[in-house]
Structures are given as C-alpha cells and as structure tokens.
C-alpha cells in the first residue's frame, strides 16, 4: 500500500462561509460545570471574579472567542423554571437536579447572571427553554424578560430586577432531547407541541430576528429530522438541532485516561459517525427545504466516558486527552466541511464534565488539550470554506486515517486543519495547494508522546500546541510527514 495520502483544495469552487457558531459551547447546571467550576459567587474573595465569574475562566474564554453559550441544560432545561432564578437571592425557591445527581439547586446562578456573562464574554447567549416540564406561557414570558424593551409585565420585571434594557437573546431551544429526558416524546407528538411554542415565541424581540431551535434527533434518527422537517411549517423553526456523542457503549463507556488500543478504536469509530450522520440529516433537510431556510445545529456533541471514580454518583466529570483531540478535530473538519447547512455546533461542557476546555479545583484551573484545539481552529470562524478532496486514504482497520478542512479568511489567509488519527503510523500527506497562490507557510502542532497523555493541576502544560517544521512547499505540493495522533493546523499566504 502506498503510504502517501493526497489532497487537493479546491478555492475556485467556494462558495459557503463557515459559521464563527460552529465553535460554540454549552454550559449546564452539572456537576460541577456552574458551581464551583464558572460560578464562585459574588462574595467570594479568595478566586478573583466577575459578578461572581472567575476572571481566569473570563480570560481562557476570550482567548478562545467563544462566539455563543448555550444554557442552562442538557436535561437539566426541562427541569429549570426560569423565574426561580430571577430577583433577590436570599428568596429563590430551591430545587433538586433530578437528572444529574440529585443535588439542590439554590438558583443563585440565574438568568441575569447567565446573560452578562454572554456580555463580557462578547458571545451570543443560547436558551434552552424547558418544554418538558414548563408551559407555553413560561416560555413567552421568559423571551419577554430578556427582549422586550417597552412596557410589559415582564420587562417591567426585569427592570426591578436592575436591567433597564433588554439583552436581546436571539437563540431559543424549544426543549432538549424531547425524545428523552425533555419528555418522551414521539416525533409526531413533538412536532405539534413545537408548532404551538414557536407560534407565540416571535413579537417581543424588536428588531432582533430570533432563532427558534427545535430539539432534534440523536446520532441515525432520520425519522425524527424527517417527521420535523414535514411536519413542522418551515416559517416557525429556523434550526433543527442534532446531538450526537462519541459512545461507543452507553454502559460501560470506558475511562477518561486508562483507555487501550481498542477502546481508542472504538471511541474513534464512533467520533467518525458524525460524517455520516451529518451528511444523511442534511440529505433530508435538503429533500424538504431545497432553499436552506432551516439550519442544523450540532447543539450537544463530544466524547463521553465514565466520571472518574472520585465524584458523587449521577455526575459527570472526565479527564481530557489527546483522544479528544483526535475527536475535536475530525468532527470539527467535519462541521466546517458541511457549512452549507451546519450553522452551529455546541462541544459538551465547558467547563468540568464532559469533553471541556477548561477544569478547575478551588483556586486552581487549567486548559485541556481540546481547550488548544478549538484555540488552533479558531482561525476558521466565518472564513470562507475551501471545498477539499482527499485521495488514497490509508486506514487504520477500517477508518480513514486523515481528515482535512480548509479557509480562506478576510485578511487573505489560508488555513488548513489536518487530523492523523493512526495510533502507530506517521502519514505522508501531500496537499495540492496550487490553486490556492501560496508562497509562505508556517504550521502548529498539537499531539504528545502518549495518547492516554493530558493536562493536570500538577502538571499543566503537558499537552500544549508547538511549532512544527516537517514540511515542504514545492511546485504547489504541500508534502507534510503527519505523526501518529497528531492535530497540525497551517497558515499559508
Ligand atoms: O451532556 C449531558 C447530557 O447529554 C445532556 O444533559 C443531555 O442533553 C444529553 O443527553
């Protein structure tokens, strides 16, 4: 077998803008993601913060220019009832987390909170509004606290509250997994329930156009995109979402860090699926609605893996390696490579559960190696997608080894994202770059000696970006020698 994979980008066939919402991010009321991960508390005086923030997550965040924020779940959406988290502090109901853990929630961490921090992070906020458990009403009210600027029960509310002007929220989720924890739903049953939620959403908004996202399918459920896209009047959804995990056993998912070969395989096997799933989503939204009047969201994906054994039973946490690399940075190829349609994607969770950039323990925080690689790819955000074309793919089993994505941004520069994803081999790759009017080239490289190998409070810099040499620029040929798990990002000019 030749070892030498080829590539070539294609500039004079672009034509679609990879959405800056694609690097998206998703915060939910779990283990330890809101308290004690971003949310220390205003009075806290030990962890320097922001309206109770930590100024160190603020920091790492805007590094990263997380363009949106979803919030507050996951599962924990259906549970959550807004209103309990608005007003004085000391007279919030609490309630208990049924779906992760069964801690009590103070509802000190609420709407107001949520959406400042949206403002000093410069990102776009994301509600996901509880359809399970809430009502109709619930949900419009919650749309006129945060964007109704004129009189109203709400806004007025709101002002009592100490906000005078709306936050003007554009991006609403009309339930979560309604196929799941957010009720049990059919898709037939779902669609009707979405058709009368989004009927009284819009109104309250000004000039603000705003973003009704139905609660979509899991991983194959073509049924349930289908059953939407037919059922559900084009005008009232702008975004159908999609969730899908790297799990290749939702029982025994397999450890964080003491992973073998073969776990690895599968964790990948299942990282990959998202072409696939991406693709056949998009094939019937295409069937449907030929125009592209609705998105696809990717609102909830990552790898999961069972919590290490030190926290409470019914939560999430888990260490961050460069497996997750290799996951990040196939499905993120992946996304930028569906732009057309793929307008926004949310890696779960931020900050200490699932695949997050950033963990904490009381005082101290760090950066995980996927923390680099949104960081690396950031480069792609409303870039215009270079379509690209990969041949002689070499294998490892049966999955393609190298993955690829290509931009070209506002200031004229290209980029190239290319992923090996070989446990054993290094992989030449020869990228034809002819088309593309290159003459200076220079790349970093994200990878380690072991895959099991990540960052911790002892050892923070163990996985961390470097510079990277092992290439050559010839007659156009971009011939780069690829080393095994490795993430390069290219800047050419
Ligand atoms: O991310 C953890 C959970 O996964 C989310 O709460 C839910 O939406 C999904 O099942």
Same mark, same amino acid.
């Given at each position: 077998?030749?070892?030498?994979?080829?590539?070539?980008?294609?500039?004079?066939?672009?034509?679609?803008?990879?959405?800056?919402?694609?690097?998206?991010?998703?915060?939910?009321?779990?283990?330890?993601?809101?308290?004690?991960?971003?949310?220390?508390?205003?009075?806290?005086?030990?962890?320097?913060?922001?309206?109770?923030?930590?100024?160190?997550?603020?920091?790492?965040?805007?590094?990263?220019?997380?363009?949106?924020?979803?919030?507050?779940?996951?599962?924990?959406?259906?549970?959550?009832?807004?209103?309990?988290?608005?007003?004085?502090?000391?007279?919030?109901?609490?309630?208990?987390?049924?779906?992760?853990?069964?801690?009590?929630?103070?509802?000190?961490?609420?709407?107001?909170?949520?959406?400042?921090?949206?403002?000093?992070?410069?990102?776009?906020?994301?509600?996901?509004?509880?359809?399970?458990?809430?009502?109709?009403?619930?949900?419009?009210?919650?749309?006129?606290?945060?964007?109704?600027? *004129?009189?109203?029960?709400?806004?007025?509310?709101?002002?009592?509250?100490?906000?005078?002007?709306?936050?003007?929220?554009?991006?609403?989720?009309?339930?979560?997994?309604?196929?799941?924890?957010?009720?049990?739903?059919?898709?037939?049953?779902?669609?009707?329930?979405?058709?009368?939620?989004?009927?009284?959403?819009?109104?309250?908004?000004?000039?603000?156009?705003?973003?009704?996202?139905?609660? *979509?399918?899991?991983?194959?459920?073509?049924?349930?995109?289908?059953?939407?896209?037919?059922?559900?009047?084009?005008?009232?959804?702008?975004?159908?979402?999609?969730?899908?995990?790297?799990?290749?056993?939702?029982?025994?998912?397999?450890?964080?860090?003491?992973?073998?070969?073969?776990?690895?395989?599968?964790?990948?096997?299942?990282?990959?699926?998202?072409?696939?799933?991406?693709? @056949?989503?998009?094939?019937?939204?295409? @069937?449907?609605?030929?125009?592209?009047?609705?998105?696809?969201?990717?609102?909830?994906?990552?790898?999961?893996?069972?919590?290490?054994?030190?926290?409470?039973?019914?939560?999430?946490?888990?260490?961050?390696?460069?497996?997750?690399?290799?996951?990040?940075?196939?499905?993120?190829?992946?996304?930028?490579?569906?732009?057309?349609?793929?307008?926004?994607?949310?890696?779960?969770?931020?900050?200490?559960?699932?695949?997050?950039?950033?963990?904490?323990?009381?005082?101290?925080?760090?950066?995980?190696?996927?923390?680099?690689?949104?960081?690396?790819?950031?480069?792609?955000?409303?870039?215009?997608?270079?379509?690209?074309?990969?041949?002689?793919?070499?294998?490892?089993?049966?999955?393609?080894?190298?993955?690829?994505?290509?931009?070209?941004?506002?200031?004229?520069?290209?980029?190239?994202?290319?992923?090996?994803?070989?446990?054993?081999?290094?992989?030449?790759?020869?990228?034809?770059?002819?088309?593309?009017?290159?003459?200076?080239?220079?790349?970093?490289?994200?990878?380690?000696?072991?895959?099991?190998?990540?960052?911790?409070?002892?050892?923070?810099? @163990?996985?961390?970006?470097?510079?990277?040499?092992?290439?050559?620029?010839?007659?156009?040929?971009?011939?780069?020698?690829?080393?095994?798990?490795?993430?390069?990002?290219? @800047?050419?000019?």
């Amino acid at each position: 077998q030749d070892e030498t994979v080829s590539i070539t980008i294609t500039p004079e066939t672009a034509k679609d803008t990879i959405s800056r919402h694609i690097y998206g991010h998703f915060a939910e009321h779990l283990g330890r993601c809101i308290y004690e991960g971003l949310y220390v508390g205003e009075e806290n005086k030990i962890i320097p913060n922001t309206e109770g923030v930590r100024n160190d997550i603020i920091a790492a965040l805007k590094e990263l220019n997380i363009p949106n924020l979803r919030w507050p779940g996951g599962c924990f959406a259906d549970t959550y009832h807004w209103k309990d988290g608005v007003g004085p502090k000391a007279e919030r109901p609490t309630i208990v987390n049924r779906w992760w853990g069964g801690t009590t929630e103070d509802n000190s961490f609420g709407t107001h909170n949520f959406l400042n921090l949206c403002e000093v992070l410069d990102t776009e906020p994301y509600l996901s509004a509880n359809v399970g458990s809430g009502t109709v009403q619930e949900l419009i009210d919650w749309v006129q606290y945060t964007n109704h600027d *004129g009189v109203s029960p709400m806004a007025d509310w709101r002002r009592e509250n100490g906000r005078e002007k709306p936050w003007k929220v554009k991006y609403w989720g009309v339930g979560n997994e309604t196929w799941g924890c957010g009720g049990n739903m059919t898709a037939e049953y779902y669609a009707d329930i979405y058709r009368q939620y989004a009927t009284f959403m819009p109104g309250w908004s000004g000039d603000t156009k705003i973003y009704r996202i139905a609660s *979509g399918a899991s991983e194959d459920n073509y049924h349930w995109t289908e059953t939407l896209m037919k059922n559900v009047p084009h005008q009232l959804m702008e975004a159908v979402a999609l969730h899908d995990y790297a799990v290749f056993n939702w029982s025994a998912k397999g450890p964080s860090v003491n992973f073998d070969d073969e776990v690895y395989y599968k964790t990948m096997d299942q990282a990959l699926n998202m072409e696939e799933y991406v693709t @056949k989503h998009i094939e019937i939204m295409d @069937k449907y609605d030929p125009d592209g009047n609705v998105d696809l969201f990717v609102d909830e994906w990552g790898g999961w893996y069972d919590a290490v054994p030190e926290v409470k039973k019914g939560v999430l946490f888990q260490q961050n390696t460069i497996r997750d690399v290799m996951i990040a940075g196939t499905v993120l190829n992946t996304f930028n490579n569906h732009a057309r349609r793929v307008k926004m994607a949310n890696l779960a969770q931020m900050v200490n559960v699932l695949q997050a950039v950033i963990l904490t323990d009381e005082e101290k925080m760090i950066l995980t190696p996927t923390y680099h690689v949104m960081n690396m790819y950031k480069v792609h955000q409303d870039a215009l997608l270079l379509p690209s074309r990969i041949e002689n793919n070499v294998e490892y089993r049966e999955l393609p080894v190298i993955s690829v994505s290509a931009s070209k941004d506002d200031n004229g520069a290209n980029h190239i994202s290319l992923v090996n994803i070989d446990p054993k081999r290094s992989i030449t790759v020869d990228i034809d770059v002819s088309g593309m009017d290159v003459d200076e080239v220079s790349a970093s490289i994200l990878t380690s000696e072991k895959l099991q190998d990540h960052n911790s409070f002892d050892n923070p810099d @163990k996985v961390k970006p470097a510079v990277f040499k092992k290439f050559k620029l010839k007659k156009g040929i971009l011939s780069v020698e690829t080393p095994p798990y490795s993430l390069i990002v290219f @800047k050419a000019n």
